[in-house]
T-cell receptor, first 114, second 113 residues
């Protein structure tokens, strides 16, 4: 089973460029999430989607947009990249919310903005 | 406010020694608690999760965690460290009906010969 698949694995952008990070899961999960990981800060939630057609802001949503295209796919878009968005981005999914359903993570996208 | 605190950003142990990684939480409602492990250049993998009613939780790779409500703690232990345990470990909490999983800042475990 593929689980959660993220593309691309690596990306370098110049300040002001845009890009979309793709995420797909094959576990029929309802909820999907985007986190960023920065040294010494753990993982911080950017956006999440509790079900197809719904999205909500997390802890650090500024500078990002998301689309829950269907139940499988949840994309993260940077409209105008800034050096502060240099980070490792993780997509995750879970079966349900408000329970002890664990999150399943992709392998991450390492983004550098110069 | 809900929060998770991991004491010690770096922990070093000898191979065969006890591993103890500390996690304390702050929550106004009963939390769901998790430990994840992250190997270099990989995503996070679930080690174990707390289920209401069970104070000692067993996970994969010989790890276990004890939930202590009186101390608001969920420390991770392993009796005997192995070189392959070297990784970063994250404690995380979800509360009530919310979607948000709050992570600690992580503890890097180093295992020395």
């Amino acid at each position: 089973n593929a689980g959660v698949t993220q593309t691309p694995k690596f990306q370098v952008l110049k300040t002001g460029q845009s890009m979309t990070l793709q995420c797909a899961q094959d576990m029929n999960h309802n909820s999907m999430y985007w986190y960023r990981q920065d040294p010494g800060m753990g993982l911080r939630l950017i956006y999440y989607s509790a079900s197809e057609g719904t999205t909500d802001k997390g802890e650090v949503p500024n500078g990002y947009n998301v689309s829950r295209l269907n139940k499988r796919e949840f994309s993260l878009r940077l409209e105008s990249a800034a050096p502060s968005q240099t980070s490792v981005y993780f997509c995750a999914s879970s079966a349900d919310r408000g329970t002890n359903s664990p999150l399943h993570f992709g392998n991450g996208t390492r983004l550098t903005v110069t | 406010a809900q929060s998770v605190t991991q004491l010690g950003s770096h922990v070093s142990v000898s191979e065969g020694a006890l591993v103890l990684l500390r996690c304390n939480y702050s929550s106004s409602v009963p939390p769901y608690l998790f430990w994840y492990v992250q190997y270099p250049n990989q995503g996070l993998q679930l080690l174990l999760k707390y289920t209401t009613g069970a104070t000692l939780v067993k996970g994969i790779n010989g790890f276990e965690a004890e939930f202590k409500k009186s101390e608001t703690s969920f420390h991770l232990t392993k009796p005997s460290a192995h070189m392959s345990d070297a990784a970063e470990y994250f404690c995380a909490m979800r509360t009530g009906g919310g979607n948000k999983l709050t992570f600690g800042t992580g503890t890097q475990l180093k295992v020395e010969l």
